[in-house]
């Protein structure tokens, strides 16, 4: 079995397994907690329904800190949006969704997917050079600079093998999906799961104020 094949198969396989089995064993953790007696009323009836909105309207910072925030709200940003392009948006990611789900799209023109790849990248060293730059701001752990190697590997090894750079071109494509099977078995144990965690952080943070009767 060669490097490539050892890297499409069993490696990218398990990763996934992986990948479900502790996005679901961490989302049902959060689930099963117990919480105590709700011994107050809300000030208004439909407290804890305005409480959800935060989800979505605390997407963007509050006019208060966006002066703070701004360059690393938008790089973020920036990041997220480009980084799905070339994930949903190339051919031979749309055909691995393809194999594992059935479901397939129009894919987009290479230099497209390629533009994407560079601006993703780009904005991921512009992040972790500010982090590095503001180490007081941050207060940055181990996590935090593996789960950038994580995120920043496929990017980088998905750039080398489009352009053919280093080793031939299959040896670079199992490097490629190496580096994904590792983001994928990685992410439900470090801070990538933040995809699913602040839609309950925030839930939560918009439950109480509402409680409260802030207004959000």
């Given at each position: 079995m060669t490097l490539l094949d050892y890297a499409r198969g069993p490696v990218i396989q398990a990763a996934l397994v992986i990948m479900i089995a502790g996005i679901i064993w961490r989302l049902l953790g959060v689930l099963v907690l117990t919480r105590a007696a709700d011994l107050s009323r809300p000030r208004d009836a439909f407290g804890n329904f305005k409480g959800y909105r935060t989800v979505f309207s605390r997407a963007w910072p509050s006019s208060e800190f966006l002066t703070a925030t701004r360059y690393q709200t938008v790089m973020a940003y920036v990041f997220h949006l480009a980084t799905l392009v070339v994930v949903i948006g190339i051919v031979p990611h749309i055909e691995f969704i393809q194999g594992l789900t059935g479901a397939s799209w129009p894919g987009l023109p290479n230099g497209v997917g390629v533009a994407c790849g560079i601006i993703a990248l780009a904005s991921l060293v512009a992040l972790i050079m500010r982090r590095l730059t503001k180490p007081a701001v941050y207060c940055s752990t181990w996590g935090d600079y593996f789960a950038w190697f994580v995120v920043a590997m496929?990017?980088?090894?998905?750039?080398?093998?489009?352009?053919?750079?280093?080793?031939?071109?299959?040896?670079?494509?199992?490097?490629?999906?190496?580096?994904?099977?590792?983001?994928?078995?990685?992410?439900?144990?470090?801070?990538?799961?933040?995809?699913?965690?602040?839609?309950?952080?925030?839930a939560q943070s918009g439950i109480a104020y509402a409680r409260k009767g802030v207004q959000i």
């Open positions: 496929p990017l980088v090894t998905g750039l080398m093998a489009f352009a053919h750079l280093g080793p031939r071109y299959e040896t670079l494509l199992a490097l490629h999906i190496l580096a994904a099977a590792l983001f994928f078995a990685w992410f439900p144990f470090g801070k990538l799961m933040h995809a699913f965690w602040f839609v309950f952080s925030r």
